[in-house]
């Protein structure tokens, strides 16, 4: 097979970047930042189903998770459900295997010259330093890997019934409102999975809501202001491809 062909390119561009982005979200997730220190901004400590001094305490990872759901909406609408299904599947299927090598990176001996390094003037153990970063616990894998799945099946499901019911007017509504949905979904099972099943956490549900809430709010915040990208993508995407080329795409995604 060749990539000959502009919609076979756009493709390959569209896909690959969707599953770099989901793989690099699993890997910077581990790092936790302020969201209000980030912006230098006073934390806001708020209260929420009993549990007290909640802040936008956010994973990394949902620096690049916007993108992947931008990919996802276009994907969908030039390629249809099979295509975000099949990358989907591919990019849980990478971020398993990634971590499987990583386990296996963390199981090697390390050289003693590199254990011991100075990083910013300060001793640091590398290898512990290593496996604190990557080494993350079975649950928040299977918890992320799941919730992103079931996160992606429901963006693709919602985006085509909207799309049904409104045909090709309010892009935004069918793409940002699939987004909404299915960030709420990844939002609370990823959550769920990780510290409410998982017996070395136990969180109660009011946590689990809390801090749940408190990551949903910050995604929703975001996928709005992220609206203007996603047009801004389709117009280049249709530049691309052309408009009568563009037109049949989108017209075979409807339909499949």
């Not at 616990?137 to 499901?157: E, H, K, Y």
């Not at 049904?164 to 940002?176: H, I, N, S, V, Y």
């Amino acid at each position: 097979m060749t990539y000959k062909s502009k919609e076979s390119r756009l493709l390959l561009v569209l896909g690959t970047f969707l599953v770099a982005n989901a793989i690099l979200a699993e890997f910077i997730g581990v790092k936790i930042f302020t969201v209000e220190g980030s912006l230098g901004m006073e934390k806001f400590d708020i209260d929420m189903f009993g549990v007290p001094d909640l802040s936008f305490n956010m994973s990394a990872g949902v620096v690049t998770w916007p993108l992947i759901f931008i990919m996802t909406d276009i994907i969908n609408e030039y390629f249809g459900v099979k295509q975000v299904r099949f990358l989907s599947i591919l990019a849980a299927i990478l971020i398993s295997y990634a971590f499987l090598v990583v386990g296996f990176a963390m199981d090697l001996v390390p050289s003693d010259f590199w254990i011991n390094q100075k990083v910013d003037g300060v001793d640091v153990n590398m290898n512990a330093a290593f496996n604190g970063i990557f080494g993350q616990g079975m649950w928040i894998i299977a918890g992320s890997i799941i919730a992103f799945l079931i996160g992606q099946m429901a963006d693709v499901i919602l985006f085509h019934r909207i799309k049904k019911l409104t045909g090709e007017r309010f892009l935004w509504l069918r793409a940002t409102g699939s987004t909404l949905v299915s960030q709420m979904i990844d939002s609370f099972v990823v959550i769920f999975i990780a510290f409410y099943l998982n017996p070395q956490y136990n969180w109660s549900w009011q946590m689990v809501a809390a801090i749940g809430l408190v990551n949903y709010t910050y995604k929703f915040i975001v996928a709005i202001l992220m609206t203007p990208l996603l047009y801004g993508v389709h117009k280049l995407i249709d530049k691309f491809l052309g408009k009568d080329l563009s037109a049949k795409l989108i017209a075979e995604a409807a339909k499949a």
